[in-house]
């Protein structure tokens, strides 16, 4: 698996890309927590500059697991800031709850969260494989078996460009409640990708969230107030 790592300190940010994008969809930010501490960005299984996925049955918890195992085999310790954009943000928050020793904090960048399918219905889905040959059935099971990430650091960003609708808010504030130290917010100006920049998102916005999220980590402090962190910037805070 392909992965490429800049600057330097602890906890390393491992940022995850939406499907299927690849680690080229962070260029925009990347450089910019660089300068704040260890940034690390990767291709999953059979996308980019990865290696075919095995020809096996997977699920979210397989890309999950095959992450940690890179992670080892790059000699790329814990603890780890995980930041995960669309399918990327659903492997981040799964990380997490799998593996709470090993994560320092989250940043979720409009995340998949499936707020049109319970496991139920899910499993009644004509054998559906995602676009990278996961089991969408489990892995909706997998996300639903998330009920809590303690008091990890979490920034959950949504975006504004269309506006989400009630289920897609909802599932968002779910998702921020799933942490006692969190932040909820939209990029007002931004698309589904916040990460790339004007007109289509606000790559500074996700910076200012990483960059918040490393401190609080860091010192053991909880995150600040939504509107003190985003003051000035266009972001509407949950």
């Known amino acids: ?124 889905l004509p054998r559906k494989r995602s676009r990278e040959g996961i089991d969408l059935a489990a892995t909706v099971a997998e996300s639903d078996a998330v009920k809590t990430l303690g008091a990890v650091p979490l920034i959950v960003l949504g975006s504004n460009r269309p506006p989400l609708d009630a289920k897609l808010r909802r599932a968002q504030d779910e998702e921020a409640a799933l942490s006692s130290d969190s932040i909820d917010a939209i990029a007002g100006h931004s698309t589904h990708y916040i990460q790339r920049p004007a007109p289509l998102g606000q790559p500074e916005v996700v910076v200012t969230a990483v960059t918040a999220v490393v401190k609080a980590a860091r010192s053991h402090d909880s995150l600040p107030h939504c509107r003190g962190l985003f003051a000035g910037e266009a972001v509407i805070c949950r």
């Open 1 to 124: 698996m392909y992965y490429e790592c800049s600057g330097a300190g602890s906890p390393t940010v491992v940022l995850d890309a939406g499907s299927p994008d690849t680690s080229a969809t962070w260029r925009w930010v990347q450089p910019q927590i660089g300068r704040v501490t260890r940034v690390c960005a990767y291709d999953r299984a059979g996308l980019g500059r990865s290696a075919a996925a095995p020809a096996a049955r997977r699920t979210a918890r397989t890309q999950v697991e095959e992450l940690r195992l890179l992670l080892k085999a790059a000699r790329i310790p814990p603890p780890y800031v995980v930041v995960g954009h669309s399918w990327g943000g659903l492997l981040a928050r799964i990380f997490a709850h799998v593996y709470p020793r090993e994560t320092a904090g989250v940043v979720l960048v409009d995340a998949t969260t499936f707020p049109y399918l319970t496991p139920a219905t899910a499993a009644h």
